[in-house]
C-alpha cells in the first residue's frame, strides 16, 4: 500500500511559479510510474503529466506543455511538478498518483494523494 502525501499549493498571481512536492511512504517508490492530475470545481479530473518508475520519459497535457516540469528523486521517495508561467485557468486541486506503468487515465492509477490546492489569480 503506497501512502501519497502532496504539498508545495498556495495562492499565486498569473505568471508565478509554484513546486508540488509528493513523498511516498513506500520504499519500492522507484518501482512504480508517478502521475499528476488536477480537479477544477465542476469538472472531471484531468491529466497533467506523468513519468516512468526511472523519471526518463515523461509526458505532458497539452495545456501545461512547456509550462511545466515533472521530475522524480527516487531516494527521497518523492516526486515534484514545477509549474511555471502560471494561468487562471491552472487553478485546481492537484493530485499526485502511482501505478505500475504510466497512464493519462485517472481510473488507471492504484494510489492517490489527499490533493493540494492551487489557485492563481488574474
Known amino acids: 500500500q503506497v501512502q501519497l502525501v502532496e504539498s508545495g499549493g498556495g495562492l499565486v498571481q498569473a505568471g508565478g511559479s509554484l513546486r508540488l512536492s509528493c513523498a511516498a511512504s513506500?520504499?519500492?517508490?522507484?518501482?512504480?510510474?508517478m502521475g499528476w492530475f488536477r480537479q477544477a470545481p465542476g469538472k472531471e479530473r484531468e491529466f497533467v503529466a506523468h513519468?516512468?518508475?526511472?523519471?526518463?520519459?515523461?509526458d505532458y497535457a497539452d495545456s501545461v506543455k512547456g509550462r511545466f516540469t515533472i521530475s522524480r528523486e527516487n531516494t527521497k521517495n518523492t516526486v515534484y511538478l514545477q509549474m511555471n508561467s502560471l494561468k487562471p485557468e491552472d487553478t485546481a486541486v492537484y493530485y499526485c498518483?502511482?501505478?505500475?506503468?504510466?497512464?493519462?487515465?485517472?481510473?488507471?492509477?492504484?494510489?492517490w494523494g489527499q490533493g493540494t490546492q492551487v489557485t492563481v489569480s488574474s
Open positions: 498518483a502511482a501505478r505500475y506503468a504510466p497512464s493519462v487515465v485517472p481510473g488507471h492509477y492504484n494510489y
Open positions: 513506500e520504499r519500492t517508490f522507484s518501482t512504480y510510474a
Open positions: 513519468t516512468t518508475w526511472s523519471g526518463g520519459n515523461t
